[in-house]
């Protein structure tokens, strides 16, 4: 499946991440992720942060969604990302319990006002944990997504802030975020990497 067929359909149980070096590149994958959905009746429960949400709301009038309305109607639901993830942090891993109670109790809310429909979840929460130096929680977090994504009819997309050039990423993050994510996407524009990646080789080899 597409990257853009994930956006597009985003079928229950599938986890998209997305990594970015700039918020327009996350601002228009989160914006076509969230309207495609509402377009068909399916709801979002949005994690955010609040530095972020400015870009996303634009993106999504953008695309002609009235989100006043949407929230209203039940149809979207924003959280701060901060707020949240301190909500069910233990010490410096994600307690399972209280993610399932806060996160799966809040998809439940949703899912029980339109049943039979994917909710559609974005989240920045594992973002701000590797952000922080906290690889390794943000990992046990994506696995706990991963676990709510097999007993919810829910479909995820969340993101990275990360240079895919730098050689540490390289072999420490990206490996890890790949195994947990079943559509990853580490650039927006392939086309720009493998010109850049061309042109790197050629600086160096000849």
């Known amino acids: 499946m597409s990257w ?4 597009e359909d985003a079928p229950p149980a599938d986890h998209g991440v997305q990594v970015y070096r700039e918020l327009e590149e996350l601002a ?12 068909v009746g399916d709801p979002a429960v949005v994690i955010v942060t609040s530095d972020h949400w400015q870009a996303f709301l634009e993106e999504l009038e ?7 309305a949407l929230r209203e109607e039940g149809l979207l639901i924003t959280w701060d990302a901060d707020e949240t993830l301190a909500a069910f942090m233990d010490g410096e891993l ?7 109670e806060i996160v799966g109790g809040a998809v439940d ?17 594992v973002d701000l944990l590797h952000r922080r130096g906290q690889e390794s929680a943000a990992i046990a977090l994506e696995e706990l997504w991963n676990g709510l994504l097999e007993t919810r009819r829910v479909a995820l997309l969340c993101a990275y802030e ?5 050689l540490d990423t390289q072999a420490s993050a990206l490996p890890e975020i790949v195994r947990t994510h079943t559509h990853p ?13 061309h042109d790197t080789l050629t600086e160096v080899v000849g």
Request: proline letters at 5%; zero cysteines; hydrophobic letters at 50%.
């Open 4 to 7: 853009t067929t994930f956006l």
């Open 28 to 39: 228009a994958s989160v914006g076509r992720f969230l309207a495609a959905g509402f377009r």
């Open 62 to 68: 953008r695309r002609d969604q009235d989100v006043a």
């Open 94 to 100: 994600p307690s399972a319990g209280r993610f399932e």
């Open 109 to 125: 809310a949703v899912a029980r006002r339109f049943p039979d429909r994917t909710v559609r979840a974005f989240g920045e929460m």
């Open 162 to 166: 990360l240079d895919v050039f730098d």
């Open 185 to 197: 996407r580490p650039v927006a524009d392939t086309g720009r990497l493998a010109a850049a990646v």
